[in-house]
């Protein structure tokens, strides 16, 4: 069974640029979730999306959005790109919110 | 809010030399705690789900207790592969209870 899988794995941008970031979850999985990690900051989590809503939003500015499509794929959006964005964007899916999440590699984006 | 507290923050051990990992947690309400492992430039790896205090679980060399405050990853004798760093997660069961709350990990290194 496939994992989780993200692309692109690495991006460089520079400031005021956006971004597109995309993820597959594990087939079957409804649950996409959205998380930063920073060397300083940790695992933060962004959203969280279920058959195509938008359940919950962690503390990001609206720069960040995101959206999850018909078949459980989903996207993120980095507007007007700061550096302090450059992270690691980790994509998690799930069965349902209540399951263990699986996590995918991850797009090191680093901002210039 | 939750709140997730992993101690120590890194920890060196022989090969061979058993020791324990903590996780230290405040949550209204405790939906999951989940363990992951994540080696360097990769996402988390899961490893357990624990759900109520007095649960166990094993896998290998490793296995995960729970309590009401605080949860216990325990390495018997640790090979290098072991080397990495591990993460704390909890679900709660209050308002916009789908995210995982992680704590900031323990960095393991295992010295042949």
């Known amino acids: 069974k496939a994992g989780v899988t993200q692309t692109p794995r690495y991006l460089i941008k520079t400031r005021g640029q956006q971004v597109t970031l995309s993820c597959s979850p594990i087939?079957?999985?409804?649950?996409v979730s959205w998380y930063q990690q920073t060397p300083g900051q940790g695992l933060q989590f962004l959203f969280e999306?279920?058959?195509?809503?938008?359940?919950n939003k962690g503390n990001f500015p609206g720069r960040f959005s995101g959206r999850q499509f018909s078949n459980s794929r989903s996207e993120m959006n980095v507007s007007t790109l700061e550096l302090g964005d450059s992270a690691l964007y980790l994509c998690?899916?799930?069965?349902?919110?209540?399951?263990?999440?699986?996590f995918g590699p991850g797009t090191r984006l680093t901002v210039l | 809010e939750d709140q997730v507290t992993q101690s120590p923050e890194a920890l060196r051990l022989q090969e061979g030399e058993s020791s324990s990992l903590n996780c230290s947690y405040t949550?209204?309400?405790?939906?999951?705690l989940f363990w992951y492992r994540q080696d360097p430039g990769k996402g988390p790896e899961f490893l357990f789900t624990?759900?109520?205090a007095g649960e166990e679980k094993e896998k290998e060399r490793l296995k995960a207790t729970l309590t009401k405050k605080e949860s216990f990853l325990h390495i018997t004798a640790p090979k290098p592969e072991d080397s990495a760093t591990y993460l704390c997660?909890?679900?709660?069961?209050?308002?916009?209870?789908?995210?995982?709350?992680f704590g900031k990990g323990t960095k393991l290194s295992v010295i042949p």
């Open positions: 624990l759900y109520s």
């Open positions: 087939s079957g999985h409804r649950s």
């Open positions: 998690a899916s799930s069965r349902s919110s209540n399951n263990e999440q699986f």
């Open positions: 949550v209204s309400g405790l939906r999951g």
């Open positions: 997660a909890v679900q709660g069961t209050g308002a916009g209870s789908y995210q995982l709350t």
């Open positions: 999306y279920f058959s195509e809503t938008q359940r």
